[in-house]
Each structure stands twice: as structure tokens, then as C-alpha cells.
């Protein structure tokens, strides 16, 4: 069974810089896609980052693009978020969420990930 822990969420002032960690345990040769959701309150779950396991490939959502990096560290079982030039719109709860699906277009559609983190909270000010 896969299990994942998110870590790294906090209180920053726009612009700054956060760093979201995701520790996987229990990980399964069948898992396809480890990513980032988040959900801001009265809005839907929406992909932010995403990496595809066995190529590296990955993909980021339109409004994080050139401000968000997602990697993958092997030794440490984690897969990261750096944030930079934060953006009060990017206030959410940050979840981590790994899928066994395969199909590209669907890295970022919630429904189909299987392993979800209870998730961290990220507060940017303005």
C-alpha cells in the first residue's frame, strides 16, 4: 500500500519561496504518475505538477509555469514542490497524490489517482 506524507506548507509574503517535500512510502512498481494537486476553499482540485515515473517527464499547470519545479529524489523516497514568486492565488491546501493510470491526458485529473497525502496548507499574502 502506498502512503504519502506532505510536508514544507506555511505562511509567506508574495513573492517567497516555499519548498513542499512528499514522502512516499510503500512505493509499487505499478505507480505511473506522482503529483500535485491543491484545492482552494469553494474551488475544485486542480493538477499543479506532475512527474511521470518512469520517463521523468514532467508538466505543470499554465499559472505555475517558470515559478514551480517538481523532482523526484530516489535515494530519499520523495517527491518535491519549489515554489517561487508566490502569488496570493496560489493560497491552498497542497495535496500529493500518486496513480497507477498511464494515460497522459489524464496526469492531471484527480479521479483517477489511487494514493492521496491528508495534504499541507500553503498561505501566501499579499
Known amino acids: 500500500q502506498v502512503q504519502l506524507v506532505e510536508s514544507g506548507g506555511g505562511s509567506v509574503q508574495a513573492g517567497g519561496s516555499l519548498r513542499l517535500s512528499c514522502a512516499v512510502s510503500?512505493?509499487?512498481?505499478?505507480?505511473?504518475?506522482l503529483t500535485w494537486f491543491r484545492q482552494a476553499p469553494g474551488k475544485e482540485r486542480e493538477g499543479v505538477a506532475t512527474?511521470?515515473?518512469?520517463?521523468?517527464?514532467?508538466d505543470y499547470v499554465a499559472s505555475v509555469k517558470g515559478r514551480f519545479t517538481i523532482s523526484r529524489d530516489n535515494a530519499r523516497n520523495t517527491v518535491n514542490l519549489q515554489m517561487m514568486d508566490l502569488k496570493s492565488e496560489d493560497t491552498a491546501m497542497y495535496y500529493c497524490?500518486?496513480?497507477?493510470?498511464?494515460?497522459?491526458?489524464?496526469?492531471?485529473?484527480?479521479?483517477?489517482?489511487?494514493?492521496w497525502g491528508p495534504g499541507t496548507q500553503v498561505t501566501v499574502s499579499s
Open positions: 497524490a500518486a496513480t497507477s493510470q498511464s494515460n497522459w491526458w489524464l496526469r492531471f485529473d484527480p479521479s483517477r489517482y489511487n494514493f
Open positions: 510503500g512505493f509499487s512498481s505499478s505507480i505511473n504518475y
Open positions: 512527474v511521470q515515473v518512469g520517463s521523468r517527464v514532467t
